[in-house]
């Protein structure tokens, strides 16, 4: 069976590309004038998930800006928690008395989706969008304190757009454990579950969460919300079906060739075992990216080629990492270091020498 690899799609990584700089969001001329007041609440010094809260609201924009949104959107998810929500107490601005002051600051449609993502049930929302509970339009009923509130087509698809967003930046095996089976959280007490509280455990990427967001994507070809907004460019512009079953397998087995429990002395094993997860699951990018490493090390440069073109194509998609051992802008770079390689650029013969390995002109 063939390894489903994706074609390198060079406007879709001319997007991602800016967004390596550290500073891109300073420059962004929608963002960058409300940058500074986001700062000033120290969103740099409070902890989430696999880093600090700026690292989750950057992170949440920069997929929303290689994903093409519109201003409202993109500054909903710069935004998305800041005046709390049920998942995070990090109440940044009072919904109380402030938010006269941020809807002067992003403008009326913008703090209004702000407003509404943060006060609403999260929970009900993936869980009735999971389920094909919109209406006809499009719409979709929640309930809070006893009463409906109606979404409309537009705000579902924003919701739905950053859901995704919101979830492949933060999701990881800790969070596996802590909201295991999310949407349908069960709460158990830390006292007979506390080793899945020891943050960050082990690392491993999460085993169901791209599933979930898999999901959330569908639902946007609902025809009241198809074309309300850019198509986010994963699973093949959202027309792709990946199962809980496939992602799980997947993530398996990638752990197994990273945690070195497949001989890598001799590299078939280890490569055939990559090649698997890449067919359970052809939608993030990290194993692919190790299995160009694996067929550049057994003299496979035209494999390795593939593969590497494939895996810059999907961190490019995805504007952040699915394995959250490092940052999004280090498995970029690790990619084009091996797509170099395998398009007849050196790769050491010496182990040592990987140390000194550098991009030499632009992949």
């Known amino acids: 069976m063939p390894i489903p690899f994706q074609t390198f799609d060079p406007d879709l990584f001319a997007r991602a590309q800016p967004l390596l700089d550290d500073e891109w969001l300073a420059r962004d001329p929608e963002l960058a004038p409300v940058l500074p007041t986001v700062l000033a609440r120290n969103v740099g010094q409070d902890w989430h998930k696999a880093g600090t809260f700026r690292h989750h609201l950057v ?79 499009g719409s979709l009923l929640l309930d809070k304190d006893g009463t409906q509130h109606r979404l409309t087509p537009y705000e579902v698809a924003a919701f739905t757009i950053v859901s995704m967003a919101d979830t492949i930046e933060q999701w990881f095996s800790w969070q596996d454990d802590i909201y295991s089976r999310f949407p349908h959280v069960q709460h158990r007490p830390q006292a007979v579950h506390w080793a899945a509280s020891l943050w960050p455990g082990p690392m491993r990427p999460t085993g169901r969460m791209v599933h979930q967001i898999n999901g959330l994507s569908k639902a946007l070809k609902h ?19 990946l199962s809980a079953a496939n992602e799980a397998a997947a993530a398996s087995l990638y752990w197994s060739v990273i945690q070195q429990d497949q001989p890598l002395v001799d590299l078939d094993v280890a490569t055939g075992v990559l090649e698997s997860a890449v067919r359970h699951n052809p939608w993030v990018g990290e194993p692919q990216m190790v299995l160009a490493q694996l067929y550049l090390s057994a003299g496979r440069h035209d494999d390795a080629k593939q593969a590497a073109s494939s895996a810059l194509h999907l961190f490019s998609a995805w504007g952040n990492s699915w394995d959250k051992r490092v940052q999004w802008d280090a498995w970029v770079a690790w990619t084009r270091i091996l797509l170099q390689a395998a398009e007849g650029g050196p790769w050491p013969e010496r182990l040592d020498k990987l140390n000194n390995v550098a991009l030499r002109g632009a992949h």
């Open 59 to 137: 992170g949440v924009t920069r997929s929303l800006t290689v994903w093409q949104q519109p201003r409202d959107v993109r500054l909903l998810g710069l935004l998305h928690s800041v005046y709390g929500n049920a998942f995070v107490d990090l109440v940044k601005f009072d919904p109380a008395s402030e938010r006269t002051r941020l809807r002067e600051l992003v403008g009326e449609s913008a703090e209004h989706l702000v407003y509404l993502f943060c006060t609403q049930s999260r929970t009900q929302f993936v869980q009735k969008v999971l389920g094909q509970g919109m209406e006809e339009d």
């Open 223 to 241: 025809p009241g919300l198809k074309d309300l907004l850019p198509t986010p460019p994963v699973f093949g512009h959202c027309n792709h079906h």
